[in-house]
């Protein structure tokens, strides 16, 4: 481990076993700790709603195997928007949301990723912003109250596609709660669409950065894409992230039979990573 900075596995990036092999596994592949996934299959986000006895279960395992849950990513909120005009939709993501933030307290984890979207499914309007501010701005204080930091990813749409546009949300709701979780490949999607600079966009984010999601793009093509066979200049982000004060990042991509290795992906950005720290060094000692 480098004591400079740490970095995460998303779970998916796993096959689909128990926590006790999720966790070792992590650890033998170099990483520093897991991002717990909270999708809209039933089977994840009844994990929100667990029995305390459950995660006290779970808290143990990271610390049998030295390997904590450090992020959740509640990308169960693209289908429950919390946007969306349906209450009975709505209300189940202000309850996902909610539940995300109990748990990453039990679980000692620092940050809980919201998709930026108003509303993904249906159409944006004036009135599916007014409600998803709504709804941030009593979720940022329930995180408050916990000590859970809330970080909004850049996603696909033009929602909250780059770091400019999320800061006019964080700067909205003005709380140490909320701040950006941006995913580098889905800036970079973007900002190829509109001509303009990912790395500047990226550096926007000057103190308004929680993480920072190391995830591989094609343009119109935001998943499983193999690390190397698209557009993403990681070197260069890696570098103004830190600079920005960013010092946790996570790989995000998917597990696929004979694909991507976590072990692999993680040396990867191991090396970069250090020489970001190298870098921030000797230019101290300057």
């Known amino acids: 481990m480098n004591p400079a900075y740490r970095i995460g596995l998303y779970e998916k990036a796993m096959p689909d076993c128990g926590w006790p092999e999720k ?45 904590p849950i450090r992020t959740l990513n509640a990308s169960a909120l693209t289908k429950y928007a919390l946007g969306d005009p349906d209450p009975a939709v709505r209300g189940r993501g202000i309850e996902i949301a909610e539940g995300c933030i109990a748990l990453a307290d039990d679980l000692g984890a620092r940050v809980v990723m919201l998709p930026g979207y108003d509303v993904y499914y249906k159409p944006h309007s004036e009135q599916t912003e007014a409600l998803f501010l709504e709804a941030v701005l009593a979720l940022t204080e329930r995180a408050a109250a916990a000590g859970v930091q809330l970080g909004f990813e850049t996603m696909e749409n033009d929602f909250m596609n780059t770091v400019e546009k999320g800061l006019r949300w964080v ?34 984010g000057r103190g308004q950065m929680t993480s920072l999601h190391l995830k591989e793009t094609l343009p119109g093509r935001f998943r499983e894409v193999p690390y ?36 692999g992906v993680c040396r990867r950005f191991r090396a970069l990573l250090d020489e970001a720290a190298r870098a921030n060094q000797e230019e101290n000692l300057c």
């Open 171 to 204: 700067q909205r709701v003005g709380s140490n709660y909320l701040k950006l979780y941006p995913d580098i490949g889905n800036v970079t999607n973007a900002c190829v669409r509109y001509g303009t600079d990912p790395i500047a966009d990226l550096r926007l």
């Open 228 to 263: 190397g066979q698209g557009h993403v200049d990681f070197p260069a982000a890696i570098a103004a992230a830190w600079d920005c004060g960013v010092r946790r990042f996570v790989t995000e991509f998917w597990y696929r039979p004979g694909g991507e290795t976590p072990e």
């Open 23 to 67: 966790l070792q596994m992590a650890k033998n592949a170099g990483y520093d700790f897991v991002e717990l996934s909270i999708d809209a299959s039933e089977a994840r986000i009844s994990r929100v709603f667990s029995s305390r006895e459950e995660r006290r279960r779970l808290a143990e395992l990271t610390f049998r195997h030295e390997m």
